[in-house]
């Protein structure tokens, strides 16, 4: 393949990884939100980011099985036409449950571009190449967020609803898709490479549940947690969520490097800096240089963490069940997300007696380090059979 075809394909991954980004583009708005809507529950203005979980679950699944009927590239057209058009919906009417829908919706495009990001590297990628590619598709993930979360926070300053005018990303994403990513057709199964997976791929996914029940905490939480003269102020609660993309853009190309020195324990070393970057949060809620290095290390997490999954996963199964193991992930990403805020609002209040952002990052921070732990002695079972 020629260094221009592969450029192309880059540049589709990366269009693919704004799609996605465009999950977190109410992220810096959150507290608007809960001012103008005070009758709804502040758990259910949180699931704004996370309730696109939902149907990406199921999308999910079934795309790691449409791939054998519809080509990669066809799925991504039209899960960018669903991200841009559901973006705009809640300008129709000032109503939150309009926004809600619209908000879960959206999931369709996001379980197709998580899904069939990774079908795309594996497709086009092999060996370290795949790797590396694979930490670019991380890092481009994390640039997708910091603009949509940057942007939107900048748009949403005085009037929250000029936010959405952010996911216009996704018709921008449709036009280079179609342009630039090759249509190779449908994935053909075969008698020795059939759509199955294996016991690593249900560990993987098991641990990516937990990073991202504790990992959401960041997203979901951080525009109401800044007090002090940076209480409601939503550039700086975009600006810190753009850190925090910003953070695993800088991992994503460094990954390379960091697997090399960490080797099998990548993934944990990947839970342990969130478990340090959530301290931090809540021992500094009115400190900005605090807040962003809390942010970096939080970003630091998932960057890390979800292209070392996807990269174990790709190489531990045939090429054809690529979708289905991305898919598995997807859904223990998004299963995670879904359950985050409840799982986490409610274990502080019966824990630590009230449910304030301080306490559910106290409750991330323990969550995470005893996942973290429990990933080491797993790598380290593994290692010795």
């Known amino acids: 393949?020629?260094?221009?075809?592969?450029?192309?394909?880059?540049?589709?991954?990366?269009?693919?990884?704004?799609?996605?980004?465009?999950?977190?583009?109410?992220?810096?708005?959150?507290?608007?939100?809960?001012?103008?809507?005070?009758?709804?529950?502040?758990?259910?203005?949180?699931?704004?980011?996370?309730?696109?979980?939902?149907?990406?679950?199921?999308?999910?699944?079934?795309?790691?099985?449409?791939?054998?009927?519809?080509?990669?590239?066809?799925?991504?057209?039209?899960?960018?036409?669903?991200?841009?058009?559901?973006?705009?919906?809640?300008?129709?009417?000032?109503?939150?449950?309009?926004?809600?829908?619209?908000?879960?919706?959206?999931?369709?495009?996001?379980?197709?571009?998580?899904?069939?990001?990774?079908?795309?590297?594996?497709?086009?990628?092999?060996?370290?190449?795949?790797?590396?590619?694979?930490?670019?598709?991380?890092?481009?993930?994390?640039?997708?967020?910091?603009?949509?979360?940057?942007?939107?926070?900048?748009?949403?300053?005085?009037?929250?609803?000029?936010?959405?005018?952010?996911?216009?990303?996704?018709?921008?994403?449709?036009?280079?898709?179609?342009?630039?990513?090759?249509?190779?057709?449908?994935?053909?199964?075969?008698?020795?490479?059939?759509?199955?997976?294996?016991?690593?791929?249900?560990?993987?996914?098991?641990?990516?549940?937990?990073?991202?029940?504790?990992?959401?905490?960041?997203?979901?939480?951080i525009a109401m947690h800044i007090s002090g003269s940076l209480a409601g102020n939503t550039t700086v609660s975009g600006n810190l969520t753009g850190i925090f993309s910003g953070a695993q853009i800088v991992i994503g190309l460094l990954l390379d490097l960091i697997a090399k020195r960490a080797g099998r324990m990548t993934l944990p070393f990947a839970m342990f800096s969130f478990v340090a970057g959530a301290a931090i949060l809540v021992a500094f809620p009115a400190n900005f240089p605090m807040l962003a290095a809390g942010a970096v290390l939080c970003g630091f997490s998932q960057g890390m963490f979800v292209p070392t999954a996807l990269t174990e996963l790709s190489n531990s199964v045939p090429q054809v069940a690529t979708a289905m193991a991305s898919a598995s992930f997807t859904c223990a990403m998004n299963l995670g997300q879904l359950i985050s805020p409840y799982a986490l609002n409610t274990a502080s209040g019966v824990l630590l007696g009230e449910t304030t952002t301080g306490n559910v990052y106290i409750i991330a921070v323990i969550g995470m380090a005893v996942s973290a732990a429990l990933a080491v002695i797993w790598k380290m079972s593994s290692a010795r059979k």
């Not at 990884?17 to 708005?29: E, K, W």
């Not at 809640?90 to 879960?104: G, I, Y």
Request: aromatic letters at 10%; a neutral charge; one cysteine or more.
């Open 1 to 221: 393949m020629s260094k221009t075809a592969k450029f192309k394909i880059i540049v589709a991954i990366v269009c693919i990884s704004f799609i996605q980004g465009l999950q977190y583009s109410v992220s810096p708005i959150l507290g608007q939100i809960s001012e103008h809507y005070p009758n709804v529950d502040v758990s259910l203005i949180q699931m704004l980011i996370t309730a696109p979980a939902l149907l990406s679950i199921i999308v999910s699944i079934l795309s790691g099985f449409l791939v054998v009927k519809i080509s990669v590239k066809k799925l991504l057209l039209i899960g960018a036409v669903i991200a841009g058009v559901t973006g705009f919906l809640p300008l129709l009417a000032d109503n939150f449950w309009l926004f809600f829908v619209s908000r879960t919706v959206y999931g369709i495009g996001l379980g197709i571009a998580t899904t069939m990001n990774v079908a795309v590297v594996a497709e086009f990628f092999e060996g370290n190449e795949r790797a590396q590619v694979m930490g670019i598709q991380a890092a481009s993930v994390g640039a997708g967020v910091a603009v949509v979360s940057t942007l939107g926070g900048m748009l949403g300053r005085h009037v929250f609803t000029n936010s959405y005018f952010i996911n216009v990303i996704g018709f921008i994403a449709f036009l280079l898709i179609a342009v630039c990513l090759p249509d190779t057709g449908t994935v053909k199964e075969t008698e020795s490479e059939k759509i199955r997976l294996n016991r690593k791929v249900f560990m993987i996914d098991l641990f990516g549940v937990l990073e991202f029940i504790f990992l959401m905490s960041f997203t979901t939480n």
